[in-house]
């Protein structure tokens, strides 16, 4: 009810704070006896941390998952996993100034709103950081739909502005942007580039891709396979937008040209993104995220104190130049733990 | 836990099809005390009817809400309001051929993989009547609202590609299209007629607005109002693509220009459409949702029968060329459940 | 969250009052292909009416079960279950006392202090006529339970203070107090001959036995199943008690008494009552119900007005003597909710 | 939906296993601004420890609570409260014999049926141990109650067969058994000394009193007050029994006599146990649990292998003779999350 929880079966619990004893999550309702051990989370814990481009945030993260509950023998044993990631390296000093002023663009604002106070080392619950706990619930996720064969990948396809025109899916993992077009990958390194220079920050939109997801996920009417992964990918801090299959050019389109032909082979386009009345149809799973700027920049901005008060806030440190190749674990990560949930939610229903 | 149920504590559950008995709606979690009535239903229910447009669906629905319970001298009494609207006009002859055939672009296909069978007359349960029962929940989460002077507003921004110029409010009500701009929805008129004579459909944008919004709605870290809203507004049947503020846009800015500066008097600029860190933050609340064009069209169409042959598929009877008109009370009432619940949630957290 | 719906997979919410419009349940959750008419409530809801035995309150209510949706073609379609009752025979005069004065025992002053007014007609939400739509329910819950085998029986082994010798459950449905003991039923007959003229009312324990019911059902360690059945019992409205197995004699026994010896046919005894560690073994499952004696009695009672003055109230009209009788089909369709509710939690776990 | 999870606002999710990490509890809707600290819990930990009587098991459990989340500078922010008791004196040895012998009484059966593996450490996560996360969550529960004076106190009525034949209140904390008769404690340690000679083990009864609680709380028709107090006391693992005011007693009662009068000055009797219709009605809330004796006895038992053969087992160490006083803690505990959950509810809905 107080929001931390994701899933109705498969339930993930996230907690924690930028800086305070470190992140975690709970996760209810995984079977039992799937193996589990602590080296599994390492590869995508890796991949969500910083240091893939050249001018990242040098923070040096360390990741690793401890797992306090619910393993056993190296079997999940269908109680409750505990997945801890203890803080390290926790300078707080930059944040004092959060103290006094709010950060525009931030959750400060807001926090300080609605609850009066707030732990604004490294800005606590609303942190990006928050977003390691969602990571590594996905890995258990993933191992659900593991031998389901369901794959689900993202990649950047937009960043700077600057779009894919091609998609060679072999490039992904090795890009440092997980940029499925090399050229384009070249061009948003030198919009980063540009952009740290000017201290200012890029967005960008990345897409979702689910392929061998059986048919007949989601639930009619509200829990619908699309707003289950609308709202899971709204959730995640820097999202502003959410689209499924064609998308917002859906409206745009006419019904002859929207409407997905089916055929004894399966449907011949697949403008629904793979989703049909909330469920879905056996085709891939297409959706994209729209990406906002990293809010924090090292420019002078104008804002108010607890008081009200105008002023002017500059921010000093490193700050990452854009959330999208980070970004790309996590919503893999948001989109494992919809479909690990539903189907598991389709099982009780046969 | 499947799926008909939304919201934590202004709790809706809709149930019924399209040419069942009716479509109804329980809503538990409305305090007590409410003025409510029959008449308070009339002009929602009305404004969702088809109508208000010249080459509109002539099929004449008759949605009068029945209250079977939680009312009592005319105030809600705290206990489970249920709302009841009997079909009425059910010739559900034209979907015999849903029988042995699956509509492109429909749940047809992916209810009967699910489900084994389904009400297909008139799309059952997933027909876009189900979302009368919406409008009628979303009348009583208004009657929290209100007190509060929230204001929630639809209108379209785009139809059939023709995009509005200029917003004017006062126009919406009385505009076919609930179109905000005169020109814009002459033209969109035309592309109705012209879509209409072509056998074919359209699809659309509509914005939503919500004035008055306090501060503090929305709990970290899954249950963001925007990822609440997100999910509540692609669980609308033909919605495709969700977006905040300046959302897709906002891909395609800098920091420097997608944060909004924050003033003594309030934020300089709204690109986060009035949410930030998930939580509101006293500015107008901004979306918009991409409509897909309607599915059912009366041109041939490639299909398969229920064994997977091939088949050829033409649908006969009088179609809404597009759901964007109708589809604007139906945000609306979602954006309202959305806000009643979040309300409700911050009062128990004070 | 309101409190009107039980369940986590096979969810029931049921809503309206005693002299409303009527009474229902909305079932979400429940499988698919299922067959379901009418006729199937018939037999429980008889059980459930009064007049089973001589002196009972001679009110005709005739409990028709309209299914409002979810069903097609005579088999549930995975969507909700819409479960009507409509009130006849609403006489309200006799409750225009309530206006006024709190009956003692009753709801009335609780729910005057937490809802600030009531639907005080016939007690409205907290009549035992409240407990028609959980038969109701429970009657779906039974057709999912069935193939299993699982069987759910009620009977009264205690009332008026005269407790059974003999079970014998070939007695049960034919006799006027479900009691499974000839000599016993004869005297609480006398007992209740006796109370009414006495213008008093008396209270009773009922048994409920589960037979067939798989292990392996039961959610550590909030959602045990001992844990849901003590809700679900205690849920209705005149229950004041609630026990497993050996249940408060448990507290007198030794461990080397109250342990039930593991054999290779089951268990040698059963004071676990067929549940261990909040699972069910395989073994019955038993549990017991203290009732409290029905509130409304023809004597003049000391109350207060709605202002908290002193007051004298005598009730008038025709009251059951005891709830014992009637209230045991709705203990069985609560056991029966809980189980389908649990069988299919299991399902998804598997 | 897997069950480790209680509370609709004020939810507690408890993990971890007997012999593993440790144990802890998110407690995800505690209002922000709440002095928390480590000491807090100190006392109700130290009361939940064995050793309070003379023959108790000497295994010395360290129970200190990490806060790992959801306090800065003091204060709870909102979000959510993690916290965490190591595990200390993890000698799992005596545990051995659990890899193929299931113990009569306890949950090893069950645990195996529905998971096909478990921890058996310690009975990871059915041991009573887990219970040391209950304690933890309701100090916090606690914390909410305290400023409406809220008091919630339990003691043992019965342990052995030995009854109370007096409450004095103000001997229950000094009382090795929390029990407010001084000769009955007494007597009660002679039972103690008798069986853990005979190698046996002893069940009792407890009561908890609940004083100042608003009228009020509870919500129609399921999550009745007394409903989800059920619930609570019947999760806790050596419960059989629950019974709210008179009890079973009220079975026995006529109504005359079992209905408490109102007057000017609240209820002149209190066989309600404080609940009525089950919203609390301002009296005192009484509700008593029976506990039964614990099943590790030193004695040899029969029971089967997990191959389903019958063997012969005899448990060695040192048990507990009886749950009662420690248990004592853990009732106190529940009943303050429920109260705790109710009351953030009843504040939603003003």
């Not at 209810?28 to 969500?48: H, Y």
């Not at 420019?299 to 490193?318: H, I, S, Y």
């Amino acid at each position: 009810m107080a929001g931390n929880s994701f899933g109705e079966i498969f339930r993930v619990t996230t907690f924690g704070e930028s800086h305070g004893e470190g992140l975690g999550a709970v996760i209810d309702g995984c079977p039992s006896r799937i193996g589990l051990a602590p080296e599994d989370f390492v590869r995508d814990m890796a991949r969500r941390r910083p240091g893939r481009y050249s001018f990242d945030t040098p923070r040096k993260e360390e990741d690793r998952v401890e797992i306090l509950s619910g393993v056993f023998t190296g079997l999940t044993t269908g109680t409750p996993i505990t997945l801890f990631i203890r803080n390290k390296d926790v300078d707080s000093r930059p944040y004092e100034i959060l103290r006094q002023l709010f950060r525009p663009g931030h959750g400060d604002y807001t926090y300080f709103k609605k609850y009066g106070h707030f732990d604004f080392r490294g800005a606590g619950r609303y942190s990006a950081r928050e977003t390691a706990a969602r990571v590594a619930a996905g890995v258990v996720a993933g191992k659900i739909l593991e031998p389901l064969g369901v794959k689900v990948a993202a990649y950047t396809i937009e960043l700077g502005a600057i779009r894919v025109r091609t998609i060679n899916m072999d490039l992904v993992e090795k890009d440092p942007f997980y940029c499925p077009d090399a050229v384009a990958s070249e061009r948003m390194d030198e919009a980063i580039s540009k952009a740290r220079k000017e201290d200012d920050s890029l967005g960008g939109i990345a897409e979702v891709r689910v392929t061998n997801c059986p048919a007949g996920l989601g639930e009619p009417v509200f829990d619908k396979l699309d707003a289950d992964l609308a709202r899971a990918v709204m959730s995640v801090g820097a999202v502003k937008g959410v689209e499924i299959g064609a998308g917002f050019e859906a409206a745009r389109l006419k019904g002859s040209e929207n409407n997905d032909p089916i055929t004894p082979d399966g449907f011949k386009t697949n403008r629904a993104g793979g989703i049909l009345g909330g469920i879905s149809n056996g085709d891939e799973i297409i959706l994209r995220a729209a990406v906002k700027p990293i809010p924090s920049i090292g420019r002078e901005q104008d804002t108010v104190d607890r008081q009200g008060r105008a002023a002017k806030m500059k921010l000093t440190g490193r700050f990452d130049v854009s959330a999208v190749p980070r970004i790309i674990p996590v919503l893999e990560a948001m989109v494992k733990i919809v479909l690990a949930d539903h189907y598991l939610r389709s099982k009780a229903m046969v």
